[in-house]
Nanobody, 113 residues
Framework: QVQLVESGGGLVQAGGSLRLSCAAS????????MDWYRQAPGNHRELVAS???????TYADSVKGRFTISRVNAKNAVFLQMNSLKLEDTAAYYC???????WGQGTLVSVSS
């Protein structure tokens, strides 16, 4: 079955970096557009970054220039490199296979001052 497993979250100081990973299985990964979403407590889930099957990327304005989404199709994996982290980046981050509307369980990122 379709499975997405995120990892790489944790506690980091403001200005620091984290790299999130999402391991995919159960579908033809290379054909799927993939997204990273996040949800902070009390907020709606928001789209952070997307990457098409061909590698084209888009970003939310709030993370543009700080976050980088990438994928390695041979490893069925998508990544989110997060630099210059801010307090407002604190959230649970979710991997999403767009056309399947499949979600991972999330990984928590906490940014401290």
């Amino acid at each position: 079955q379709v499975q997405l497993v995120e990892s790489g979250g944790g506690l980091v100081q403001a200005g620091g970096s984290l790299r999130l990973s999402c391991a995919a299985s159960g579908f033809i990964f290379g054909l799927q557009a993939m997204d990273w979403y996040r949800q902070a407590p009390g907020n709606h889930r928001e789209l952070v970054a997307s990457i098409s099957s061909g590698g084209m990327t888009t970003y939310a304005d709030s993370v543009k220039g700080r976050f980088t989404i990438s994928r390695v199709n041979a490893k069925n994996a998508v990544f989110l490199q997060m630099n210059s982290l801010k307090l407002e980046d604190t959230a649970a981050y979710y991997c999403h296979a767009r056309s399947l509307d499949a979600w991972g369980q999330g990984t928590l990122v906490s940014v401290s001052s």
